[in-house]
């Protein structure tokens, strides 16, 4: 007798642990039609397979086959298991149906189940479109440093660019960040500070041009200490000068020499030059032979000056050299009829003529001023994410000039400006040199500019001309200038990888915190991020993944929209929701909708894109038939007979059903993560411990001390112990000591 009461309370034990368990399964039993569902794959094995069938949702609500909502419709597997889908919204007809994997050359069937008063609860979700679904920034939404924001659905963990959980620009970035990773981030701005430099110009490029020449003779002059040379040389276009060739020579071995640029002036004798610029050393002495010979000497320009045509002058001078140790530049008398030779014996304070001519070659490219007839357009894609406050330019005004604009936009493909101005600055004649110096353009309000965009500025005034600075092969895309105000722009060819020299400077942009959950497989997950004003933690499937302290960041508070579940980071989403400091802000499910209304009182919609194409071009699907399932049945009776219809369905008890809470049970942690490595539901595994191990262990007494009692108690003991820790429900404890007593009341009378 007593053995067999053992094997009862075990069974009560087990039974219980069956009655506790959720039950998932849709209800079926109220459906009216059936159809039939073909998955078919024309080719290898496909894996993760959702797949779209047609079937009008507009025509089966007008004509009752379902209701507007869509809840009295279920899809089931071959064996009867529910499988997600989406209904396609009214109006549309591709509905979405996740197929797992469908082996090479093979069909899956499922059946669809629709009609009745019954809400199904089919395993209805959400198949975003490439671009996800979007909300409206809201007062709201301003997450700040205390936050929960989870995702439950289908995330597709596989690299890619782009896949975002959830992003809003310059705040906040939940994605996936490489294979089997998912990173958190919140963004913020740094100091402000120049991010971007494009001021450098390269020599020697195949393209350099000579503009004037001279070819001297073999007779030469020297210099060295206060005895300095020079040239003067005319050019007839604007050009930029970035190398000066001379015929010379040296005697002994010399120290490097200066090479100067400057404005030529010889007004009826009195001859003077304005500095332009000192190239300290340009001249390396190494490379001068000790006979004639052309010598090019790149003079390092850090970013090239366009020059406006007219007279200029080459200047050399070697101060530390002396009579043993000097330059020679050769020279002829024969004269050259775009400039002339002069010498000084003090050091540039004074210039006469030399009467002689001397070889050289000036070299670079011809350049084209921004003016009231040529506007300028420079593309570019930035180095850095920033918070752009100004751009700078190197440049100079000639004669009288009118204000000049920069206006920013975004580029085409064409590289040209596209939508309308980001942002615009101007500067005035007053506020412009006539000699080259950085100038500073501050645009009219800050714009966020990013990595993976081209944007555009364009330079353009209504009279007079500036010229600019240029830089080589630095910028993404060459400069060009447009003759009819900006309607059409044509490359400018002159420079090699020309573009102009300038720089960028704002706040950066970037990740100021950010956790990182690493070996997550696709599949199922529940995402969720949190941050409570010290830290910003991810959890996946309710186990923490990782970790960091907020440092005092704050998510920012900007006008950016919201973005969820895009670029193929989910592939189904069953819901969605935001939490800010403790209260639901937002919830999210499908809805049969062309906007998904938020369910909190906040009203933070959101506007879905919906898929509807195959993951897979081998495999498609077809509604084979959708006919009749069970025929309503007319039972006559009179109206003396009738009984009262239930038509509510009762309240479930509260604490009915436990959500899987094991963050109190010793070693849970490590349990649920190799159970979410193994893809298998936590609830699989805990419900069966739960109650099993109780019952063993009250078998276990039982052996030692052949006492009901205390199997009772001990198995008792073992499901309060699982109650006060969260995976089951309390009440399964109060019905398990009822029976329990009950038997050993029994057991006690039998004894008698």
């Not at 549309?92 to 093979?106: E, F, H, I, R």
């Not at 004639?292 to 101060?319: K, S």
């Not at 915190?513 to 995402?527: F, K, L, M």
């Not at 909190?600 to 194409?613: E, I, W």
Request: glycine content about 10%; some cysteine.
């Amino acid at each position: 007798m007593k053995h067999k009461l053992t094997y009862i309370i075990t069974a009560i034990t087990l039974s219980l642990m069956i009655l506790a368990s959720p039950v998932l399964a849709s209800d079926i039993s109220g459906a009216i039609y059936r159809g039939s569902i073909s998955v078919t794959n024309s080719s290898y094995t496909a894996t993760e397979v959702a797949v779209p069938f047609a079937l009008g949702t507009g025509s089966l609500i007008s004509g009752y086959y379902v209701n507007s909502d869509l809840t009295n419709t279920a899809i089931r597997d071959s064996g009867g298991v529910d499988v997600p889908y989406m209904p396609a919204v009214s109006g549309s007809t591709d509905w979405m149906l996740y197929a797992g994997q469908v082996s090479q050359n093979s069909s899956k069937n499922y059946s669809l189940y629709t009609g009745g008063s019954t809400d199904m609860a089919g395993d209805i979700v959400y198949f975003p479109g490439d671009t996800g679904m979007t909300a409206d920034d809201d007062a709201s939404l301003e997450l700040g440093n205390n936050f929960i924001i989870e995702q439950e659905g289908y995330i597709n963990t596989d690299a890619s660019s782009d896949k975002n959980l959830v992003y809003k620009e310059g705040a906040f970035r939940s994605y996936v960040s490489g294979d089997n990773e998912i990173t958190s981030s919140i963004y913020g701005l740094g100091a402000e500070a120049e991010t971007e430099s494009h001021t450098d110009i390269e020599a020697d490029v195949a393209a350099d041009t000579v503009f004037t020449s001279f070819s001297s003779s073999t007779t030469d002059e020297d210099f060295s200490g206060t005895t300095w040379l020079a040239q003067s040389f005319t050019l007839s276009s604007p050009a930029i000068i970035t190398d000066v060739a001379l015929y010379i020579e040296k005697n002994g071995a010399p120290p490097d020499a200066d090479i100067k640029i400057g404005k030529y002036y010889n007004n009826y004798g009195n001859i003077s030059m304005t500095g332009i610029g000192t190239f300290t050393g340009a001249l390396d002495t190494s490379e001068v032979s000790t006979s004639q010979t052309w010598v090019t000497f790149d003079l390092g320009l850090a970013y090239g000056w366009c020059l406006e045509a007219g007279t200029y002058a080459i200047i050399l001078e070697n101060t530390d050299g002396d009579t043993a140790n000097e330059l020679e530049w050769c020279y002829s008398s024969s004269g050259y009829s775009g400039g002339e030779g002069v010498i000084s014996t003090n050091s540039g304070s004074n210039w006469s003529l030399s009467s002689k001519d001397y070889g050289f070659q000036v070299i670079g490219y011809l350049c084209t001023p921004v003016s009231s007839s040529y506007w300028g357009l420079q593309p570019f894609t930035p180095d850095v994410n920033t918070s752009l406050t100004e751009i700078d330019l190197y440049m100079k005004e000639v004669g009288s000039a009118g204000t000049i604009t920069l206006n920013l936009y975004e580029a085409d493909a064409s590289h040209e400006p596209t939508g309308a101005s980001l942002a615009s600055a101007s500067l005035g004649s007053a506020d412009i040199g006539s000699t080259y110096d950085w100038e500073t353009f501050d645009l009219s309000s800050p714009v966020d500019i990013d990595t993976e965009t081209e944007y555009c500025f364009v330079l353009s005034l209504a009279s007079g001309t500036y010229y600019l600075g240029w830089a080589d092969g630095n910028a993404d895309v060459d400069y060009s200038v447009s003759s009819d105000s900006g309607s059409t722009w044509s490359n400018y060819s002159h420079i090699p990888d020309g573009q102009l020299a300038f720089k960028l400077t704002g706040q950066s942009m970037g990740e100021l915190v950010n956790v990182t959950a690493t070996g997550i497989d696709s599949g199922e997950h529940t995402v969720k991020t949190t941050a409570d004003g010290t830290d910003l933690k991810i959890y996946v499937d309710d186990v923490l993944k990782d970790t960091d302290s907020l440092g005092g960041a704050s998510v920012p508070n900007n006008s950016n929209s919201w973005t969820f579940a895009s670029g193929g980071s989910v592939l189904y989403l069953r819901s969605h929701d935001i939490t800010i400091g403790g209260i639901l802000k937002q919830y999210i499910e499908w809805q049969n909708s062309s906007t998904f209304e938020d369910s909190t009182a906040y009203g933070n919609d959101c506007t879905p894109s919906f898929r509807t194409t195959t993951t897979d071009a081998d495999v498609s699907a077809t509604l084979n038939d959708y006919e009749p399932f069970s025929m309503a049945e007319f039972s006559g009776s009179s109206d003396d007979d009738t009984v009262t219809v239930i038509d509510t369905a009762p309240t479930m008890p509260t604490e009915m059903y436990r959500e899987m809470e094991t963050e109190h049970l010793p070693g849970a942690d490590l349990i649920n993560e190799m159970l979410t490595e193994a893809d298998i539901p936590l609830s699989l595994f805990w419900f069966p411990w739960c109650f099993i191990s109780s019952a063993l262990l009250g078998m276990l007494i039982y052996a030692f001390t052949r006492s009901l009692f205390a199997l009772s108690a001990t198995t008792g003991m073992g499901l309060t112990f699982y109650s006060l820790a969260g995976p089951i429900p309390f009440w399964v404890v109060g019905i398990f000591a009822i029976i329990a007593i009950a038997i050993l009341i029994k057991q006690g009378t039998a004894s008698y």
